[in-house]
């Protein structure tokens, strides 16, 4: 069996462009460009690397970039203040403060600081408990993406088996609210899950979330079951060089699985196409400018 390849890199070019075909709309209505401020403390070579790349692709949808780029020393407070400025500022719709932080600042006091309306990460306690109790909020980038790319591919999702493997606030436990949602049958699977091998062949989803380069094997997987793989891992290339992989073998989940996302080119480019949707999503929101259901 050949599995499909769901081809996250096209889906997100999309998702980008339907977002730039609705910025002039939005722009006539309230005068302005929707607004993205991203936040970023310290030198962090990766971290400098997603804010270089959200900025370029917030610019090239036409949207409004304001990178605020801080010194590694600075204090808790400072940040603090910046992110209230950044929450009363009317031409910013989307505040993304960029982690890892440095050691003597609180993540959680920082995203507890940014205004939920303008939170695009969906990190805040007010969107985490807004997508638990299947309210309106934002929900976070990286497992909305994933779940756009599952309903694509597979459209109605109710009474379908889905495996979480991973349970930290930023993919693995939205990932799961946001199946729910959608009336999956969710386990969320961890460090201490017991014959996990067995639990993913019940999956009809199964979404790895991990971290541990090619964790899932060909026998884990049920026939036919669609494979997301949201790893990101640097291995050794065996010719003294580097590559990425995923947390799952894809080569053999492309013999077991109907479908399978790609490491590089499935979930990642995701991630940045969803912040952009999201800050889109405010701009018309705070501004009362209306927008379809649906639309995006
Ligand atoms: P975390 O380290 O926060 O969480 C990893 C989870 O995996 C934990 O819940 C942990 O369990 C579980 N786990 C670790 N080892 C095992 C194991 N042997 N068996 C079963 N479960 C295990 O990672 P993140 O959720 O932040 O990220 C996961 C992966 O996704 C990483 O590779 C990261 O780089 C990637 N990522 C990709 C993004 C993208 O844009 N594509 C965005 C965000 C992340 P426990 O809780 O028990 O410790």
Redo the contacts with the bound molecule.
């Keep these: 069996m050949s599995a499909a390849i769901i081809d996250g890199k096209a889906f997100a070019a999309g998702l980008r462009e339907k977002v730039a075909g609705l910025v002039p709309a939005f722009e006539a209505a309230a005068g302005r460009k929707p607004g993205l401020a991203v936040v970023i403390v310290g030198e962090d070579p990766a971290s400098q690397v997603y804010v270089r790349s959200k900025g370029k692709a917030t610019e090239a949808s036409g949207m409004a970039s304001f990178t605020h780029k801080l010194p590694a020393e600075t204090s808790e407070e400072a940040l603090l203040d910046l992110v209230r400025q950044l929450n009363a500022d009317g031409a910013v719709d989307g505040i993304l403060v960029q982690l890892p932080l440095p050691r003597h600042i609180n993540e959680q006091r920082v995203i507890a600081t940014i205004d939920p309306d303008k939170d695009v990460d969906g990190f805040h306690v007010v969107n985490v408990g807004r997508l638990a109790t299947g309210l309106n909020g934002f929900v976070p980038?990286?497992p909305l993406?994933c779940l756009m790319l599952l309903e694509d591919r597979l459209g109605d999702l109710s009474g379908l088996n889905a495996v979480v493997?991973?349970?930290?606030?930023?993919?693995?436990k939205p990932m799961a609210q946001l199946l729910l949602s959608k009336s999956c049958t969710v386990t969320i699977?961890?460090?201490?899950?017991k014959d996990?091998p067995a639990l993913c062949r019940t999956a009809d989803i199964l979404v790895a979330?991990?971290?541990?380069p090619e964790?899932v094997k060909r026998d884990w997987i049920k026939p036919g079951a669609t494979v997301i793989d949201?790893?990101?891992?640097r291995i050794d290339n065996g010719e003294g060089g580097t590559k990425l992989v995923?947390?799952v073998d894809f080569a053999e989940a492309s013999e077991a699985a109907g479908a399978v996302t790609p490491v590089p080119g499935g979930?990642?480019p995701?991630?940045i196409a969803v912040l952009l949707r999201n800050t889109l999503v405010s701009a018309y929101r705070r501004a009362g400018v209306p927008l379809d259901k649906g639309t995006i």
């Excluded at 493997?165 to 693995?172: C, E, F, L, P």
């Excluded at 979330?209 to 541990?212: P, Q, S, T």
């Design positions: 980038c990286t993406g493997i991973g349970r930290s606030n930023i993919v693995g699977a961890h460090s201490r899950t996990l979330a991990v971290g541990r964790m949201v790893g990101i891992n995923g947390d979930v990642g995701m991630t």
